[in-house]
């Protein structure tokens, strides 16, 4: 990026988007632009929120090829038997991975109550409390977006299949060889504690309930280069320094439209958002305008860390109309 667009860009986003962490753009596969802000440098690392579901996707991807799991037909309640239907309970028991992990899964719960999520966040298996929730009345197929409750379910399948924590898994599979570091799990005592977690530019870890399971839907924090990086090796086809950490089947699959969220006009993945399936741009979007942008087409990764922040304006609009123009 030349240097008088990168000026530009910075004084727009001091002045419209003084949420942001850090910028990381990468076309090529090399840096164009890196720059940051609100006391961030190249290490911190942010609360990325719903960029989570994308990493988890990833992993989910990871254990398909390494023979941990074997279809995503297979019904989520296999991976529990333990868990306990009544018979009359019928769509619960239809449920499969793939309904989970392209958001057409059925939940009974309301996603504008808040008290739901004050319960969630209360309780000490954060998969279960899903699990409970999970069927009702509605309809399998239709998208129905879960924001934090449901993801969780994946995460435990996970650790069912692969006998790891999600987070020892992502270590030994897709962190350390991206040459990324995330450190610890992390939990909370306190709702001031995770408040604090929202605002912070240091914390390094993924977040889990008080059974060692990490949010599937949240979470994670993350720097962004550590998202460019993420959106480099969905355009290298899962190839990384000459190893292949997931393979280009998963990798297509995951970023070609399997439902769509109509209010929103926006087709979904697994756990990915189709911004333009003819241009080939997907994106991993979290709250407070967190984003792992990926223009196959361009061959351009647009990485973005944020601070948490109410109205946010849109960080795809910021990209398409601003950010990429500035690329040649």
């Not at 986003?13 to 802000?37: A, D, M, R, Y």
């Not at 409970?132 to 239709?142: S, T, W």
């Amino acid at each position: 990026m030349e240097e008088n667009n990168q000026k530009r860009l910075v004084e727009l986003i001091e002045s419209e988007h003084p949420n942001i962490g850090g910028i990381t753009i990468l076309q090529n596969g090399k840096t164009v632009c890196e720059t940051f802000f609100n006391g961030c440098d190249v290490t911190s690392k942010l609360h990325v929120y719903s960029v989570s579901k994308s990493i988890l996707s990833l992993l989910v991807g990871i254990a398909f090829d390494q023979g941990y799991l074997n279809s995503l037909e297979q019904k989520v309640l296999t991976f529990f038997p333990e868990y306990s239907v009544a018979a009359k309970e019928q769509t619960i028991q239809q449920i499969t991975l793939r309904d989970l992990i392209t958001m057409t899964a059925p939940y009974n719960y309301d996603t504008t109550d808040p008290s739901i999520y004050s319960q969630y966040f209360m309780s000490s298996d954060w998969a279960a409390f899903s699990l409970d929730l999970l069927g009702g009345q509605g309809r399998i197929g239709a998208f129905h977006y879960t924001p934090l409750i449901g993801p969780d379910i994946l995460s435990a399948v996970l650790i069912k299949a692969t006998g790891q924590s999600v987070l020892a898994f992502a270590q030994e599979n897709l962190f350390t060889p991206l040459g990324i570091t995330i450190e610890k799990n992390i939990t909370f005592s306190s709702a001031e504690e995770q408040m604090a977690f929202n605002q912070s530019i240091d914390y390094n870890g993924w977040v889990c309930d008080a059974k060692g399971v990490n949010a599937g839907g949240w979470g994670l924090t993350l720097s962004s280069r550590d998202m460019a990086t993420i959106g480099q090796l969905y355009l290298n086809d899962g190839q990384w320094d000459h190893s292949q950490i997931v393979s280009p089947e998963w990798l297509a699959e995951s970023t070609s439209p399997h439902s769509k969220w109509l209010e929103m006009n926006l087709s979904y993945g697994y756990l990915w958002w189709i911004i333009d399936q003819e241009k080939q741009i997907f994106a991993a979007l979290g709250d407070g305008g967190n984003v792992i942008y990926c223009n196959r087409e361009k061959q351009l990764v647009i990485a973005i860390a944020s601070l948490f922040m109410e109205g946010t304006k849109d960080r795809i609009e910021l990209i398409q109309q601003v950010i990429e123009p500035m690329i040649r």
